[in-house]
C-alpha cells in the first residue's frame, strides 16, 4: 500500500486549505483512514478519523472541531481533510495513515509522507 498526501502549503490565519491522499495498493474503501499531524518540537497528534464502513464514522480531536473536515472518495481512493478558519497553532506537517480495520482501532498500517501546512499570523 502507498499513501500520499498532498496539498500543504503557506496560508494567512482564517485561510483554508484542502489536503488529500492518495491510497493504492488495497481495497480502499474497507479501511478506516486517519490524519495526523506533527508541529516541531511537539509529538504526533491524531487530527481526525474516518470510519471504512457505510456509515464512513467521523471523528475529530477538540482543537479542529467546526473548522476542519475529514472526508472520502472511494471512487477515487482518496481521502481529504478540509481545513479552515486556520490558525497559526494548526501548522505542522499533516501526515495521512491507514487503519488495519473498518473502524478507527489505532492500529495504522501504512503511513503517507506528510504534506507541510504553514499558518501565518
Known amino acids: 500500500v502507498q499513501l500520499q498526501a498532498s496539498g500543504g502549503g503557506l496560508v494567512q490565519a482564517g485561510g483554508s486549505l484542502r489536503l488529500s491522499c492518495a491510497a493504492s495498493g488495497r481495497t480502499f474503501s474497507t479501511y478506516a483512514m486517519a490524519w495526523f499531524r506533527q508541529a516541531p518540537g511537539k509529538e504526533r497528534e491524531l487530527v481526525a478519523t474516518?470510519?471504512?464502513?457505510?456509515?464512513?464514522?467521523?471523528r475529530y480531536v477538540d482543537s479542529v472541531k467546526g473548522r476542519f473536515t475529514i472526508s472520502r472518495d472511494n471512487a477515487k481512493n482518496t481521502v481529504y481533510l478540509q481545513t479552515n478558519s486556520l490558525k497559526p497553532e494548526d501548522t505542522a506537517v499533516y501526515y495521512c495513515a491507514q487503519d488495519r480495520g473498518s473502524y478507527y482501532s489505532g492500529k495504522l498500517d501504512y503511513w503517507g509522507p506528510g504534506t507541510q501546512v504553514t499558518v501565518s499570523s
Open positions: 474516518i470510519s471504512g464502513s457505510t456509515t464512513r464514522t467521523t
